[in-house]
Each structure stands twice: as C-alpha cells, then as structure tokens.
C-alpha cells in the first residue's frame, strides 16, 4: 500500500480483480464446454437414415376417427442438423387447400437402449418422445404400444411409409398410407 491509498482503495482494487477474474471464469466454462468432440457413434447412427433426407412431396390417405377414408397432399422436409447427430423432419399435409397436418420431428440416437429416440410436435399442441429403430434399411417408429408407423425407399426411390394399428398378436391393421418423390 502507497502513502496515497486508503485500505478502502485497496480493498475496492482487489474486489475489483477477483470480480474481473470472476467474469472471465464465467465466459471460460462455457466456451470450454461448446469445444466437446462431435459424439462419432451418434453421427453415424444417424448417418443411417440418410435414406429419408432431401425435399419430398406427394399423396397419401388416412382413415380417421369417423372410420371414413381421406386422401391428402404431403410434403416433408428431412435434414442433419448438429454436424449429423440430429436429424430434423418436417411435415406438412393440405387437402382441398386446407392444413390439415404440421408436424416437427427430431430423430436422435440414444445410447442407453443402442436405438433411436424420435421426439415430435404437432401444431395443436400435442408431442411427445418415442422409441424408433432401423432395421435393414426400414425406419420403424412407435407413438403408441399397439401403433407403428414404418419408413422405407421404395422400388422407385420413393419414401413409402404407413402407419399401423396392431389389433392383437400378429394382426396389424393399417390407417394410413403415403408415397413420396424427391424433390431436387
């Protein structure tokens, strides 16, 4: 301590450094924490589904509630997002110039169970989280215990997928269908 300085001074100087050494720890960690390696096992299990990426658009049919049968136009939007560990889908479905489906999807790969983790959002609200698995190149789904929906590239290179309600043992009953081309 000089002759000029008070023992407040010297006290407010040093507060003055560990606050500024303080702040700079504060945009340390963070910035340490954003230098993580990209988990290699969950890209290329995701890389699996590469299959489904691109822009696609088509028609397909549901049958609803009322037990009636409706035909639809689709559109899905599939891309890697967080240097391939994550894979985004988006889905839109009109009939007669009407919204009738807006969905969000976000596949990723857990390595707890060693499969996919397929989390999804419609726009009335309603979401959740659900188990999915690959197996030989068809992508398998599961928002319910007795529901599927299955996902595969057809003969002619287009997304064939269909949703399924099992109505005991091996007996699935399909409600839904939909056939899609890529779109460049």
């Known amino acids: 301590m000089t002759t000029t300085q008070t023992p407040i001074r ?3 100087e040093k507060c003055n450094s560990l606050l500024l050494m303080g702040m700079a720890l504060l945009f340390l960690v963070p910035a340490q924490a954003q230098k993580r390696e990209t988990d290699r096992i969950a890209q ?3 890389q699996k589904l590469a299959f489904i990426t691109g822009n696609w658009e088509g028609t397909g049919w549901i049958i609803a509630e009322d037990g009636n049968r409706y035909n639809f136009d689709q559109t899905e939007l599939v891309q890697f997002k967080l240097d391939d560990t994550a894979l985004l889908i ?3 479905g009109m009939r007669e110039g009407e919204k009738i489906h807006d969905a969000l999807a976000v596949v990723t790969f857990n390595h707890q169970n060693q499969n996919y983790t397929f989390k999804s959002w419609l726009n009335s609200g309603l979401g959740g989280e659900f188990k999915a698995e ?3 190149n068809v992508f398998y789904w599961y928002p319910g215990e007795n529901m ?3 996902i595969y590239i057809n003969e002619k290179g287009q997304w064939y997928e269909k949703g399924e ?3 005991g043992g091996d007996n699935w009953f399909q ?3 939909m056939t899609l081309d890529k779109v460049e």
Request: proline residues 0%; aromatic residues 20%.
């Open 10 to 12: 010297v006290l407010l």
């Open 165 to 167: 309600y099992n109505m």
């Open 90 to 92: 988006e889905g839109r």
């Open 148 to 150: 599927r929906y299955i």
């Open 175 to 177: 409600f839904f269908e």
């Open 44 to 46: 290329q299990e995701i």
């Open 134 to 136: 690959l197996i030989d």
